[in-house]
């Protein structure tokens, strides 16, 4: 079943108000006049200081390696950014494996790149509760309150609800109280102000935050691990000339071996460094959250936007 934003005319709205009407008429170049748009989604927060920082350093790289210049934009939502990748609003879109997997259905995006971290592709979504908390598992949230990101996140909110669904949970019924917070770090802020008893992020969202002193990470214990979940990718709006996308491929298969580019450089997804780019990743390996994303039915997402409304 194919899953859309829940509200993508919104979004769709949010996204023009911050972007000129005149680069809406036709897909950019890559030249200084006409640098190529990418929009990424905001996994982190949406701050300039966050998501934007995670992804400068490796498109700088790209910038050095082939002239090509691109202009990084932050969405206000997952949805956002596949609205603006499919009304020709970007070239080049950082998406969460589910948002990609709503964008490739809708046929405006295809795979650029997947970043290669201690020699895999993958990542892995997470559950947590606070270090003294008697909650264990996820069937320990009946009753009590969870704190998820995204809609159209896959690992602040797809896969663990889809899990508690498959273990014959009901998260709009059981929980006590359930916030969409919007992004993995807001989830994770409302645990540690106990505004939660459970919160919904990745690993590597939790790390960074561990990282800039966001939470003490003996405070916290994870109550649910995923299997893992396919790296967040690089997409290419499927209108780009096929020359182009040739290029934007090969560049970002080498970069990590480009004059010039040091290891820092070559960062992806919460600002992890990478060991590369994989610009063979196989299509088929999204087919792990586009089934989670099947369990997730409209009538389930319905009753869960419901619960959240309820705050």
Do not use: W
Not at 120 to 130: D, N, V
Not at 299 to 311: D, M, S, V
């Amino acid at each position: 079943m194919k899953i859309r934003t829940c509200a993508p005319a919104l979004a769709l709205l949010s996204l023009l108000a911050s972007a000129p009407l005149a680069q809406a008429q036709s897909l950019a170049d890559g030249s200084q006049q006409r640098p190529l748009r990418v929009l990424l989604i905001p996994a982190d927060g949406g701050t300039e200081s966050g998501t934007k920082a995670d992804y400068a350093p490796i498109f700088n790289a790209i910038t050095r390696s082939t002239g090509l210049h691109f202009q990084l934009t932050v969405g206000q939502s997952y949805g956002a950014v596949v609205e603006g990748m499919c009304n020709q609003l970007a070239e080049v879109a950082f998406l969460g494996p589910v948002s990609y997997v709503q964008a490739h259905e809708r046929q405006c995006a295809q795979l650029l790149a997947v970043g290669v971290q201690k020699g895999e592709s993958a990542y892995y979504a997470a559950m947590f509760a606070k270090a003294d908390s008697p909650i264990n598992t996820l069937a320990d949230l009946k009753g009590k309150r969870a704190a998820f990101g995204d809609v159209n996140s896959a690992s602040s909110f797809t896969f663990q609800v889809a899990s508690m669904i498959k273990d014959g949970m009901d998260p709009a019924k059981d929980l006590a109280a359930l916030q969409l917070t919007g992004s993995h770090a807001s989830s994770l802020a409302a645990l540690v102000q106990g505004q939660v008893d459970a919160a919904a992020l990745s690993f590597d969202s939790f790390d960074k935050a561990v990282r800039q002193g966001a939470v003490d990470p003996k405070s916290v214990k994870v109550i649910f691990k995923s299997e893992p979940i396919p790296y967040p990718p690089l997409a290419m709006n499927t209108k780009l000339p096929e020359s182009l996308k040739a290029t934007l491929k090969q560049a970002f298969s080498t970069v990590h071996q480009a004059p010039g580019v040091t290891p820092d450089m070559v960062r992806g997804y919460g600002g992890a460094k990478l060991d590369r780019f994989d610009t063979e990743f196989s299509e088929a390996q999204f087919a792990g959250p586009a089934s989670k994303m099947a369990l997730l039915t409209d009538e389930i997402k319905g009753e869960i936007l419901q619960k959240a409304a309820q705050r």
